[in-house]
């Protein structure tokens, strides 16, 4: 059989309707459209539900009849609400997200100076969870194996849930008090260089890290009792293995399950970060667009967000199938 015949063969066994990777991707793929297709009406209804006009409230009591009608007639309001939806759809496919109420400006413009700034400290806060999260996890799971170090074990969990519980915002705060007003270490807000990044990054990250790290902890115990495990110390495989090539990668599977929960509470919490930190990011524009009752900007912004949240869930779960491929079929 040519190189050319098997590789034919093969996909044409993945692609057969029984294949439980296609079925698991099949399903998958029908939950995040059907999870975006609700965004997006919840989007698109949003403006519908708010009690009396929202272009007057947008403009003000005082603004004359006939421009609050010319905007309703420019934003498209004036129209059948079924016509209203069709067209929505339409713009979003086109990449049109609508036009400011105030500014006159394409929404999709206002996102685009405003996303990169956001972006860059989710992504730097997710990966200074991960890089502190992981290790911390491991080490104490390691210390406290056996039920030794009853102390450490104690004094690691209180600290953990007691920060956990503490909102984002109560961080930033403090953050911004200590390091920034009273040493002075640090800029209190603003975007002004890389030391701007440090606290909004570390107030956004600090609760992740100590609910990543007791689950890991539990995880890396877990599997260090497994049979697998035992028989990979009987066969003499040092410690450093051990973890690496046995705990670790069996751990961090199960850890995913529930990353997914944490990771889109950050999405949500960098609301409140940005707007401490007075972050040019989408955060602190949704509450300044919500505050000047500018809906379509409001819109785009619950839109990103929504997708956001989707995309991060979508991508644990394909992680999950990469990982742990034999609880994707059983699963499909």
């Given at each position: 059989?040519?190189?050319?015949?098997?590789?034919?063969?093969?996909?044409?066994?993945?692609?057969?309707?029984?294949?439980?990777?296609?079925?698991?991707?099949?399903?998958?793929?029908?939950?995040?459209?059907?999870?975006?297709?609700?965004?997006?009406?919840?989007?698109?209804?949003?403006?519908?539900?708010?009690?009396?006009?929202?272009?007057r409230a947008a403009l003000g009591m005082t603004a004359p009849p006939e421009i609050v009608q010319a905007r309703r007639t420019a934003l498209g309001l004036d129209k059948p609400l079924i016509e209203q939806y069709v067209e929505y759809i339409g713009r979003l496919f086109r990449g049109d997200m609508g036009t400011?109420?105030?500014?006159?400006?394409?929404?999709?413009?206002?996102?685009?100076?405003?996303?990169?700034?956001?972006?860059q400290l989710?992504?730097?806060?997710?990966?200074?969870?991960?890089?502190?999260?992981?290790?911390?996890?491991?080490?104490?799971?390691?210390?406290?194996?056996?039920?030794?170090?009853?102390?450490?074990?104690?004094?690691?969990?209180?600290?953990?849930?007691i920060v956990a519980a503490i909102p984002e915002f109560l961080i930033a705060v403090?953050?911004?008090?200590?390091?920034?007003?009273?040493?002075?270490?640090?800029?209190?807000?603003?975007?002004?260089?890389?030391?701007?990044?440090?606290?909004?990054?570390i107030a956004l990250a600090i609760g992740p890290i100590a609910v990543f790290s007791r689950i890991i902890r539990v995880e890396v115990?877990?599997?260090?009792?497994?049979?697998?495990?035992?028989?990979?110390?009987?066969?003499?495989?040092?410690?450093?293995?051990?973890?690496?090539?046995?705990a670790l990668p069996n751990a961090l599977t199960a850890t995913l399950t529930l990353s997914g929960l944490l990771l889109s509470g950050m999405v949500a919490g960098t609301v409140l970060v940005e707007m401490i930190f007075?972050?040019?990011?989408?955060?602190?524009?949704?509450?300044?667009?919500?505050?000047a009752k500018d809906y379509p900007v409001v819109q785009a912004i619950v839109l990103i967000y929504g997708a956001g949240v989707l995309l991060v869930n979508l991508l644990v779960d394909v992680l999950l199938m990469v990982l742990d491929p034999r609880s994707t079929i059983k699963e499909a």
């Open positions: 059989m040519t190189s050319t015949t098997a590789t034919q063969a093969i996909l044409l066994k993945a692609a057969r309707p029984d294949n439980p990777w296609v079925g698991f991707l099949l399903r998958r793929g029908g939950q995040f459209l059907l999870s975006v297709w609700v965004l997006v009406t919840a989007a698109f209804l949003m403006i519908h539900l708010i009690p009396g006009d929202p272009v400011s109420m105030l500014s006159n400006q394409p929404v999709s413009e206002i996102i685009a100076t405003r996303l990169p700034a956001t972006l989710a992504v730097l806060a997710v990966i200074l969870v991960l890089l502190v999260s992981v290790p911390v996890g491991v080490i104490m799971a390691v210390a406290t194996r056996g039920g030794r170090r009853r102390g450490l074990e104690l004094g690691f969990a209180t600290t953990s849930v403090g953050l911004v008090f200590l390091f920034a007003v009273t040493l002075q270490w640090l800029p209190v807000a603003g975007n002004s260089g890389p030391s701007s990044f440090v606290l909004p990054v115990l877990s599997v260090l009792s497994q049979d697998f495990v035992r028989t990979a110390r009987a066969k003499r495989l040092t410690p450093a293995r051990i973890y690496r090539r046995h007075a972050w040019p990011g989408l955060g602190q524009m949704i509450v300044n667009s919500i505050l």
